[in-house]
């Protein structure tokens, strides 16, 4: 298979959905955007969307076995002693904690189980359902089905339970498989060479109608299938109606059926140590840059709470792990202190200018042109220190530095914004510190990579939140991705007017406005309703309870009521 790079287009837009996971019942659908925006009142459901990104990430980052195939096997034929049995997910992690699998399930759900779909357009779609019939293995998932369809075939595989429910193995039904997708991803090197001389007369060519593999067995890495292996009988069985599939006659093909089995004894000679030696591989399930782009999406995803770490006056280096930023940020002033000259990715600032705003390209070498910033002459790149430096001359952020105070200790210092005067990150407004680690990973993250925030407004004061508001806008129209949970009218509202002073009209199709609301008439369980916003910033679906203008409302007429009454009061003087 070739080694595909990643479509960072794919990545910046795609709908995640969701069924029967916590506050969702009925299967809702959010777009993730560049900037993907979550509002709702208390308790509706809007942390359930965050946990389930958290719950796939943690599975992909944290587990001890991924890569390591398998890691999650049910391949009936490999001895019971022998087998690696191990959840598909993993319910208790540095992200989020969710115990077990009885604290997943909605409690409106019908089923035992819960499902998660990624559609990216017309590219790619991949479905997966999860269940759990077992009382006493509640801390385990298993994958009861998933489906994969792009443009080159529709593969849809459901697990078959013995009477015990342990998973036996898998049926996969494919339909809409195209002959130049079956010949391209063969197994069978020789026999694909063989059939690419056919290419020319059914490269359009189509199966006719679904085809049914059986005793199917999957190997996943965790939730994400990695590969599909059958007897070797089934798979000269299937390879034959695959042929038939596309109008070709198997039986009268003697030179393939000659090439197939002699291919398929030379695998197995070649086999022959291998524990599981009467199975080959059978047709590549997962087509290698589609499972590169989910691994990617969630492996590289990264989240700040909303509780983050209180500042201290001085700060350890040995606390450092990995250079992750940590849940609560607890590790942004180590990553300062040690990685302030790591270089990161380009960026663009905003800039409003008679009401109009536009994102001006920041690299160094435009930066060396106007020589408003000091820095050394020598310099390549942008890093982290230069990147937090451009923040504060130009939006009149704060401008951090760290000073060394023995060997393994340092001291985070803020430069006072009316005076020369640094003082320690102790010392300043308490908001100042907990918004420290969202501008340093936002940052250092590299472009297509997601950031979730979880209420990031807290401590900050309305006219900080607008220039958070901007700070997040720029680094999203730079290629980086922000899933925000947010009760924040102050940085709603600037986006609104940002959208409004873009002339351009680009900025609109960056954000995914949403609100979560708890069961209406129609539902059992939470729901998402996108908030439609027009090129003038105006919200054209105003949900109940979205940024609930009341009591301005009631102001305004307490305040005319107030007035009319002292002017009678007066005329009656």
């Known amino acids: ?108 759900a019908k089923s035992n189980e819960f499902s998660f779909k990624m559609n990216f357009k017309e590219d790619f779609q991949f479905e997966i359902a999860f269940f759990n019939p077992f009382t006493e293995k509640m801390i385990k998932a298993f994958v009861k089905s998933f489906k994969i369809s792009n443009k080159d075939y529709n593969f849809l595989v459901k697990s078959k339970l013995d009477e015990e429910l342990n998973i036996k193995s898998y049926n996969c039904t494919i339909s809409e498989m195209s002959f130049k997708f079956f010949i391209h991803h063969c197994p069978l090197i020789y026999t694909s060479s063989l059939l690419s001389k056919l290419e020319d007369d059914f ?36 390879i034959k109606n695959i042929f038939e599939g596309f109008g070709i006659d198997f039986e009268k093909s003697t030179n393939y059926v000659d090439m197939i089995k002699e291919e398929m004894g030379f695998i197995y000679r070649m086999d022959k140590r291998r524990e599981y030696n009467d199975f080959i591989e059978c047709l590549t399930l997962f087509n290698f840059k589609e499972q590169n782009l989910i691994e990617d999406i969630f492996r590289n995803l990264r989240y700040i709470g909303p509780l983050r770490e209180e500042p201290r006056r001085y700060y350890k280096f040995d606390e450092i792990r990995e250079f992750n930023i940590g849940i609560k940020g607890e590790y942004a002033p180590q990553i300062l202190t040690l990685y302030g000259d790591s270089k990161i990715p380009n960026f663009k600032i905003i800039k409003e200018v008679n009401g109009r705003i536009e994102f001006q390209p920041i690299t160094i070498e435009k930066l060396k042109k106007n020589g408003d910033l000091e820095f050394e002459n020598d310099k390549e790149y942008l890093d982290l220190n230069l990147g937090l430096s451009i923040w504060s001359k130009y939006s009149y952020i704060p401008k951090f530095s760290t000073r060394r105070i023995e060997q393994l200790l340092s001291k985070i210092m803020v430069e006072s914004t009316d005076s020369n005067k640094y003082y320690s990150l102790q010392d300043v407004g308490f908001g100042i510190s907990q918004i420290f680690p969202i501008f340093i990973e936002s940052l250092r993250m590299d472009k297509g990579n997601i950031l979730v925030l979880e209420q990031p407004e807290i401590h900050l004061h309305p006219n900080m939140q607008a220039k958070l508001a901007d700070f997040l806008l720029s680094m999203a129209v730079s290629g980086k991705k922000f899933i925000i949970e947010t009760h924040s009218e102050h940085l709603i509202n600037r986006i609104c007017l940002r959208i409004a002073q873009d002339f351009k009209n680009e900025l ?57 009454k002292e002017r009678r009061s007066d005329k009656n003087d």
């Open 1 to 108: 298979m070739k080694n595909y790079q990643i479509d960072q287009n794919k990545k910046n837009h795609f709908k995640f959905s969701l069924q029967n996971f916590k506050a969702f019942q009925k299967s809702q659908n959010i777009e993730i955007k560049p900037l993907t925006i979550i509002s709702g009142l208390n308790n509706c459901g809007k942390s359930s969307i965050l946990q389930s990104f958290l719950l796939l990430s943690q599975t992909l980052i944290e587990s001890k076995d991924y890569k390591k195939i398998p890691s999650y096997e049910l391949a009936s034929f490999i001895p019971e002693e022998k087998k690696k049995y191990k959840t598909a997910l993993l319910f208790e992690g540095s992200y989020t904690h969710l115990s077990h699998y009885g604290n997943i399930i909605n409690k409106y």
């Open 203 to 238: 490269k359009e060519k189509i199966l006719e109608k679904p085809l049914v593999i059986e005793n199917l067995h999957v190997f996943f890495n965790n939730f994400i299938p990695n590969r599909l292996v059958v007897s070797r009988g089934d798979f000269f069985k299937t």
């Open 508 to 564: 609109n199709e960056l954000i995914s406005l949403n609100f979560v609301e708890q069961k209406s008439p129609e539902y059992t369980g939470a729901r998402i309703e996108k908030i439609e916003l027009n090129k003038y910033g105006e919200i054209l679906n105003w949900p109940i309870g979205f940024l609930d203008m009341t009591d301005n409302r009631k102001i305004l007429k307490a305040g005319i009521e107030k007035r009319q």
